[in-house]
């Protein structure tokens, strides 16, 4: 069968928060000039906000430039932050540091990002932008010369044989004359259009985290809301960076999370597990007992910051939110960054396609507004603590402090998936067993999720050889995904009397992406399952 075609000024592929905020703008801009523009929207998830998962705590500054009457119009922002704390915690104890100057948040709002998303989907929607949840963009579409000219969702219908089923229906190709990749963390046509044009090569590697995340009700004499809490600490140890979030929304809910670094060295280490265990602290637990957990998650974050910012643009669109790395990390804070890069952008095209001028500017205009100026003073935070949580809080003092950004030097980042030390040269870590009343298994979290993908459909977790995860992986590292993979995708079976085999669950799969990002040999490659496959966040 042949694709059917849609044509559209603007296709953005993603509906987070930059995507959106770049479909508003471009409508903005567009009633502005009585000029007709066609914007498009594609979302992977089963609705918008369906794949979203963030801390929150946001920064509204963004949100005031695009929509500024946000407050009376219903914006999902309705708790302020109003307390703030920054603990250090031992194995029995919580002990109150100063807390740094980027986790005061006076200004901001505890919120559920994919709250927030649903309602910015319905300003975008009453503008124009036509907005397809459930579709997945699976393929990027070219011109002769190379150039993009949108992307096509991928086909449904297809057995896990690759072969087509009886209800096979050919994906829909979506033609641009402009295409912004708004897709987060680590989005599997995000990485493909940076290796085509080689969009990485005058910056560092990403560095990335896990944030795992979990929803309560607790009970009503424990809840403060607006109340924030940072740790690092405890139970991580002090080569690896991480650190927990406490965040206390409305109506008797705390969003809880711990966010690890993904360039730990130890083989044995996951983060899952390491996020249970901090619920058992004594400082923690109280908060918890008594309450009901009603939404799990996770997601990878990308931390290198400013000196891992790739090239931008590219013939026929641009890149824009978490995609290209605009997360603040000591604010651990991204909407707002990621908002204001889809605004930017969204002006450039708009002045390229209605105006004729430069599409490229995008870059150029971004260097002139406060978020490259965060991005540039935050920049040598996150290496800093490469050499373990101490010194990186001595040097994130002296940085934010005393040199306020300006040190004439910029620490380099890593890549990620070089950093495990083999399982020979690495103790296993002994982790407790779930209680089922404060910690969990994997499966049961994940059912939390809400997760589900069509069974019979090619596994869309490739690995460039089956091989490897046996005689590398296994052979050398104990097999590290079983750990890493918050989702329980990853298996080592030992069948009696058969040599030992990987399964990959990939219907548990939370499109988290630590899987593409941590594997030693980058042997796993995360594409798009069907449109409306994973997870369905409700609130998070």
Request: charged share 20%; with cysteine.
């Amino acid at each position: 069968m042949e694709r059917d075609v849609m044509e559209f000024d603007v296709v953005v592929v993603g509906a987070g928060p930059s995507g959106l905020a770049a479909a508003i703008r471009l409508k903005q801009l567009a009633a502005a000039e009585g000029a007709e523009l066609s914007v498009c929207v594609l979302e992977k998830g089963s609705e918008v906000g369906a794949h979203i998962l963030s801390g929150a705590v946001i920064d509204p500054r963004a949100l005031d430039e695009l929509l500024p009457d946000w407050r009376a119009d219903g914006a999902p922002l309705v708790t302020p932050a109003t307390d703030d704390r920054f603990l250090y915690l031992t194995e029995k104890r919580a002990i109150a540091l100063p807390t740094p100057p980027g986790m005061r948040n006076h200004g901001a709002y505890v919120a559920s990002l994919g709250a927030l998303c649903r309602w910015l989907a319905e300003r975008a929607e009453a503008l124009g932008v036509e907005i397809y949840p459930g579709f997945a963009a699976a393929e990027i579409l070219y011109d002769d010369k190379g150039a993009v000219t949108g992307v096509a969702t991928g086909d449904m219908g297809i057995g896990r044989d690759g072969q087509p089923t009886a209800n096979y229906a050919p994906g829909v190709a979506l033609a641009a004359r402009h295409t912004l990749f708004a897709e987060g963390c680590r989005g599997s046509l995000t990485r493909q259009v940076m290796a085509k044009y080689d969009l990485g090569r005058d910056s560092d590697p990403q560095t990335y985290g896990i944030g795992i995340k979990e929803l309560w009700d607790v009970a009503p004499d424990r809840h403060r809301p607006g109340q924030v809490i940072h740790t690092v600490g405890w139970p991580l140890d002090h080569a690896t960076y991480g650190g927990s979030f406490l965040y206390h929304l409305e109506n008797n809910q705390v969003a809880v999370g711990l966010v690890v670094g993904l360039d730990y060295t130890n083989p044995y280490l996951s983060p899952f597990e390491e996020f249970q265990r901090f619920k058992t602290h004594p400082a923690i637990r109280p908060l918890f007992e008594g309450g009901r957990r009603v939404a799990y998650g996770a997601r990878a974050l990308s931390e290198g910051g400013f000196q891992s910012i790739p090239k931008l643009t590219f013939p026929g669109g641009a890149l824009v939110g978490d995609g290209a790395g605009f997360l603040d990390v000591p604010r651990i804070k991204g909407t707002h960054t990621a908002m204001k890069s889809g605004m930017v952008a969204a002006e450039a095209a708009f002045d390229a396609l209605i105006k004729g001028s430069e599409t490229r500017s995008y870059p150029q205009r971004l260097r002139q507004t406060w978020l490259w100026e965060d991005l540039h003073r935050a920049r040598n935070i996150r290496p800093g603590f490469h050499r373990g949580l101490w010194p990186g809080l001595v040097h994130a003092a002296i940085d934010s402090l005393v040199l306020r950004g300006r040190a004439p030097w910029t620490l380099k980042n890593h890549a990620d998936h070089d950093r495990l030390k083999k399982a020979s040269e690495s103790s296993p870590i002994p982790y407790p067993k779930p209680d089922g009343v404060v910690t969990f298994d994997r499966l049961s979290s994940v059912y939390l999720s809400n997760a589900h993908h069509e069974e019979n459909q090619p596994s869309h977790l490739r690995l460039t050889d089956a091989d490897t995860p046996i005689t590398v992986n296994l052979a050398l590292y104990d097999a590290p995904e079983q750990r890493y993979c918050p989702a329980g995708v990853y298996e080592i079976l030992r069948d009696d009397g058969a040599a030992p085999r990987l399964q990959v669950n990939a219907q548990n799969c939370i499109h988290c992406k630590t899987c593409d990002i941590k594997d030693p040999t980058q042997n796993i490659t995360w594409t798009v399952p069907e449109g409306g496959g994973g997870p369905s966040y409700p609130n998070m």
